[in-house]
């Protein structure tokens, strides 16, 4: 037996079986990315889900969201404190989402769908004075993204 054709032979089984897994692993890692970018913006979107069903079931939070888009003068120093609190929450989502986008986990108009609420914030005095005092506890490209979006639009 020729031992020289022997190994030939297996180091094509070998190759045929290394190039079978690379192939094999591409798929999975494919699969997974896939996932992985699919839980990324169901988070994002059951979030929006969540702030939506706390504002829809707590009316006084209603009408303090209401009230603020006026300015925060109008309020009294512990719904001004509410206010901060959520909508710094609420621009950190944003911050994340714009995160993700950069980093090509959600797609552009995913970005989209989660950015046209906040710039419906930024619209209203409120929302403007809310950014000026929330906006330094972000992150400077965030801010920087955030900024150049209010210059776009017209002063409420």
Known sequence: MNFELVNAVAQIVAASGVIFTLGYLAVEIRQNTRALRRSAYQELLNYVTNANLMLSADRSLCELSIRARSGLGGLDEPDQMRVLAWYGT??????????????????????????????????????????QRVSQQLLPDFRAFVETRIAQQPSP
């Open 90 to 131: 609420v621009f950190r989502h944003y911050q994340n989402a714009f995160g993700l986008f950069h980093e090509g986990v959600i797609t552009a108009r995913q970005w989209q769908s989660m950015s046209a609420p906040m710039d419906r914030h930024l619209q209203s005095v409120g929302g403007r004075e809310i950014w």
